[in-house]
């Protein structure tokens, strides 16, 4: 009998019963034995009813049609009623969850339909039990209810003998070794993901069990109990399904991308105005330029670029199906080239930290999409791997997001056709998509900070990973434009794009970039470790070493003052008189810098100094006497800390 039919009922008669009327909507199949239960339901609603509207001078309590109903249904044997459990069916822990349901306050406005839902469940003929036993179990009756008691999965189950196609997920369908189909009910209408075998005790993998819960949430809340949930692989939650994490829930490998997170919501960017509609001040003073970072020495099809390490590298399409890497210092100097290599239009290149290559996308609205690896720390670059993604379509572009290790690549039927974006681990398998309308004829992509920059001729759009238009700049500048990339040293990143007729590059520069990081404007210098002009950059360099691990154990404090900190400091080596830490990127011109202990270390009467040369900070201790202190003698939980102001610029 399909319960289904009573569902109009409910709403005639305005019962506002919501768990039983879940339950019944559910479509829950019972046999003909049941029907005796349905009965007593709905005269169980019809006489609270009745009872709530007597008037005050009428007797109702000889009014008793329940009894006589159960009386009937004891004489047909018609209804199962409650078994007694044995010993060692769980008996306990079922009276414990008997005890609690009805320790639970009805629900408002006068409505008992979570004491009828309570009833139900007791009622019908339950039997405590676990997820394994249900996964062997044969030929249930149909009805028949269950309650698994598996710690973090507890709750109630019903066999839907009309299912027969619904894979079993471990949260709320479970699958007989018969076929059996049995389903959870939602008494709250939501799902908890240690339903689907998470474990939150930061060791076990729970990717699984967060993919299976997000598939079987149907939009509805999916709660994250206190615990630490370990993510080995990508998830990407839909924008319509919300996690509701308890607040001790910690989750580890950077893997989960929930739109809902505060990181993936759009408050600002650093990169850019906030509000580019007008970007002209009242006095007509521009709110962002772009700054000249520098023309290119070479001529030719200038493509896509990247940055990495102080170094542009800028793709050439050669023609024939061929294209050349070129790669620049922060002056615009050319230090290395590829030679001919076959990855097409070379539309658009990103640099993955994780192996030092460059990946390049063919590009072009009329050719299928490859994307291509290429080692550019060869004696001879070359092309190491080939990832095709033809079944995707034309106009190729990529981005790689270097926090998660994760491969972005934008296709279309055309250069003017319906936009695809697909997230793909470095195997080409697809983990997440989205589409979007055309914005325009595609030139570059990047991604930073959890935003995807997707800049089409003389605009960038900003996106999260869900393909929602966050903002939306134009770039006012002459030509044809070619690539972008998030470039600056380490403590400046800034938005550079690509244009052509002259080949150049320009750096974006805004009131939010000034004043979230230092300014990026080149400034002119000369030093006498170089050969003429160089372009320097200002630069503010703070970071702390400490002995926290263990007396003499000096490591990089475990602290954070500026962008990507942990890319500053390259190596610490110790001598018995004193700590040098070479640094990624060297001063060329130094105007201030200072060095301060911590009080443990004053309190041991002992002074530190240190001195700046290129990319060497020399750090030295001394005693009352002027003398030196052998760095490995320091005791531990003491800390120095070192501020140094000057100019950088990139090696060659």
């Given at each position: 009998?399909?319960?289904?039919?009573?569902?109009?009922?409910?709403?005639?008669?305005?019962?506002?019963?919501?768990?039983?009327?879940?339950?019944?909507?559910?479509?829950?199949?019972?046999?003909?034995?049941?029907?005796?239960?349905?009965?007593?339901?709905?005269?169980?609603?019809?006489?609270?009813?009745?009872?709530?509207?007597?008037?005050?001078?009428?007797?109702?309590?000889?009014?008793?049609?329940?009894?006589?109903?159960t009386e009937s249904a004891d004489h047909?044997?018609?209804?199962?009623?409650?078994?007694?459990?044995?010993?060692?069916?769980?008996?306990?822990?079922?009276?414990?969850?008997?005890?609690?349901?009805?320790?639970?306050?009805?629900?408002?406005?006068?409505?008992?339909?979570?004491?009828?839902?309570?009833?139900?469940?007791?009622?019908?003929?339950?039997?405590?039990?676990?997820?394994?036993?249900?996964?062997?179990?044969?030929?249930?009756?149909?009805?028949?209810?269950?309650?698994?008691?598996?710690?973090?999965?507890?709750?109630?189950?019903?066999?839907?003998?009309?299912?027969?196609?619904?894979p079993d997920n471990t949260g709320t369908?479970?699958?007989?070794?018969?076929?059996?189909?049995?389903?959870?009910?939602?008494?709250?209408?939501?799902?908890?993901?240690?339903?689907?075998?998470?474990?939150?005790?930061?060791?076990?993998?729970?990717?699984?069990?967060?993919?299976?819960?997000?598939?079987?949430?149907?939009?509805?809340?999916?709660?994250?109990?206190?615990?630490?949930?370990?993510?080995?692989?990508?998830?990407?939650?839909?924008?319509?399904?919300?996690?509701?994490?308890?607040?001790?829930?910690?989750?580890?490998?950077?893997?989960?991308?929930?739109?809902?997170?505060?990181?993936?919501?759009?408050?600002?960017?650093?990169?850019?105005?906030?509000?580019?509609?007008?970007?002209?001040?009242?006095?007509?003073?521009?709110?962002?330029?772009?700054?000249?970072?520098?023309?290119?020495?070479?001529?030719?099809?200038?493509?896509?670029?990247?940055?990495?390490?102080?170094?542009?590298?800028?793709?050439?399409?050669?023609?024939?199906?061929?294209g050349v890497i070129r790669k620049y210092?922060?002056?615009?100097?050319?230090?290395?080239?590829?030679?001919?290599?076959?990855?097409?239009?070379?539309?658009?290149?990103?640099?993955?930290?994780?192996?030092?290559?460059?990946?390049?996308?063919?590009?072009?609205?009329?050719?299928?999409?490859?994307?291509?690896?290429?080692?550019?720390?060869?004696?001879?670059?070359?092309?190491?791997?080939?990832?095709?993604?033809?079944?995707?379509?034309?106009?190729?572009?990529?981005?790689?997001?270097?926090?998660?290790?994760?491969?972005?690549?934008?296709?279309?039927?055309?250069?003017?056709?319906?936009?695809?974006?697909?997230?793909?681990?470095?195997?080409?398998?697809?983990?997440?998509?989205?589409?979007?309308?055309?914005?325009?004829?595609?030139?570059?992509?990047?991604?930073?900070?959890?935003?995807?920059?997707?800049?089409?001729?003389?605009?960038?759009?900003?996106?999260?990973?869900?393909?929602?238009?966050?903002?939306?700049?134009?770039?006012?500048?002459?030509?044809?434009?070619?690539?972008?990339?998030?470039?600056?040293?380490?403590?400046?990143?800034?938005?550079?794009?690509?244009?052509?007729?002259?080949?150049?590059?320009?750096?974006?520069?805004?009131?939010?970039?000034?004043?979230?990081?230092?300014?990026?404007?080149?400034?002119?210098?000369?030093?006498?470790?170089?050969?003429?002009?160089?372009?320097?950059?200002?630069?503010?360099?703070?970071?702390?070493?400490?002995?926290?691990?263990?007396?003499?154990?000096?490591?990089?404090?475990?602290?954070?003052?500026?962008?990507?900190?942990?890319?500053?400091?390259?190596?610490?080596?110790?001598?018995?008189?004193?700590?040098?830490?070479?640094?990624?990127?060297?001063?060329?011109?130094?105007?201030?810098?200072?060095?301060?202990?911590?009080?443990?270390?004053?309190?041991?009467?002992?002074?530190?100094?240190?001195?700046?040369?290129?990319?060497?900070?020399?750090?030295?201790?001394?005693?009352?006497?002027?003398?030196?202190?052998?760095?490995?003698?320091?005791?531990?939980?003491?800390?120095?800390?070192?501020?140094?102001?000057?100019?950088?610029?990139?090696?060659?």
């Amino acid at each position: 009998m399909d319960c289904r039919i009573f569902g109009p009922f409910l709403e005639l008669y305005n019962l506002n019963r919501p768990r039983l009327k879940s339950i019944l909507q559910e479509g829950l199949v019972l046999s003909t034995r049941t029907v005796g239960l349905i009965v007593i339901v709905f005269v169980l609603m019809f006489s609270s009813a009745a009872y709530a509207e007597a008037p005050s001078d009428v007797d109702v309590t000889d009014q008793n049609p329940i009894a006589e109903v159960t009386e009937s249904a004891d004489h047909a044997d018609e209804i199962p009623i409650a078994e007694e459990l044995a010993p060692g069916d769980h008996a306990d822990e079922m009276m414990e969850h008997d005890q609690r349901v009805e320790e639970e306050p009805a629900e408002s406005n006068g409505d008992h339909g979570a004491g009828i839902m309570n009833w139900l469940l007791n009622v019908l003929s339950v039997e405590v039990t676990t997820i394994a036993d249900l996964r062997a179990a044969v030929n249930p009756a149909a009805g028949s209810v269950y309650y698994v008691t598996d710690q973090g999965q507890s709750g109630h189950f019903y066999y839907d003998p009309s299912d027969t196609t619904s894979p079993d997920n471990t949260g709320t369908v479970i699958v007989s070794s018969s076929g059996a189909r049995f389903k959870r009910f939602l008494e709250n209408g939501e799902l908890n993901v240690q339903w689907f075998g998470a474990k939150g005790n930061g060791v076990h993998d729970d990717t699984q069990a967060f993919q299976l819960a997000i598939a079987a949430s149907e939009g509805k809340n999916i709660n994250i109990p206190a615990g630490t949930y370990v993510l080995n692989q990508y998830v990407f939650v839909p924008a319509d399904v919300k996690l509701v994490y308890a607040e001790n829930a910690v989750i580890l490998g950077n893997k989960l991308i929930d739109p809902n997170q505060v990181q993936f919501k759009f408050d600002g960017n650093p990169y850019m105005p906030d509000n580019v509609a007008n970007f002209m001040e009242y006095n007509g003073v521009e709110k962002y330029v772009f700054d000249l970072v520098f023309h290119l020495p070479d001529s030719g099809n200038m493509q896509g670029l990247t940055y990495y390490n102080g170094y542009y590298y800028v793709g050439f399409d050669v023609g024939g199906g061929n294209g050349v890497i070129r790669k620049y210092n922060g002056a615009g100097k050319k230090v290395k080239e590829s030679g001919p290599i076959a990855i097409g239009h070379a539309a658009e290149l990103a640099y993955r930290v994780s192996n030092n290559r460059i990946y390049v996308a063919n590009g072009g609205g009329t050719f299928p999409t490859y994307v291509y690896e290429v080692n550019m720390d060869a004696a001879t670059p070359s092309i190491t791997k080939t990832l095709d993604f033809t079944a995707l379509g034309n106009a190729g572009l990529l981005a790689i997001d270097n926090d998660r290790d994760l491969l972005l690549v934008h296709t279309a039927p055309s250069d003017s056709g319906q936009l695809l974006f697909s997230f793909s681990d470095f195997n080409g398998n697809i983990l997440h998509q989205f589409s979007m309308p055309n914005q325009g004829v595609p030139q570059g992509l990047a991604i930073s900070q959890n935003q995807i920059y997707y800049y089409t001729n003389n605009k960038i759009t900003i996106l999260d990973y869900f393909g929602n238009i966050m903002n939306v700049m134009p770039v006012p500048k002459s030509g044809e434009s070619e690539g972008l990339t998030i470039s600056g040293d380490y403590l400046t990143p800034s938005i550079t794009v690509g244009y052509n007729a002259p080949n150049r590059l320009y750096a974006l520069r805004s009131v939010e970039n000034q004043s979230f990081f230092h300014t990026y404007q080149p400034v002119s210098s000369v030093n006498m470790a170089d050969e003429g002009n160089v372009s320097l950059i200002p630069k503010i360099l703070t970071f702390a070493l400490n002995t926290n691990a263990g007396a003499g154990d000096w490591r990089p404090a475990e602290w954070v003052n500026g962008y990507n900190f942990k890319n500053i400091v390259k190596s610490v080596t110790k001598t018995s008189t004193e700590i040098k830490v070479t640094l990624h990127q060297p001063f060329k011109s130094i105007g201030y810098f200072d060095i301060s202990p911590n009080f443990k270390l004053l309190s041991q009467g002992i002074r530190v100094g240190m001195d700046v040369m290129d990319d060497q900070v020399t750090i030295r201790f001394y005693d009352g006497s002027n003398n030196f202190v052998n760095p490995n003698n320091i005791p531990n939980n003491c800390t120095v800390k070192i501020l140094v102001i000057g100019g950088m610029h990139i090696n060659e």
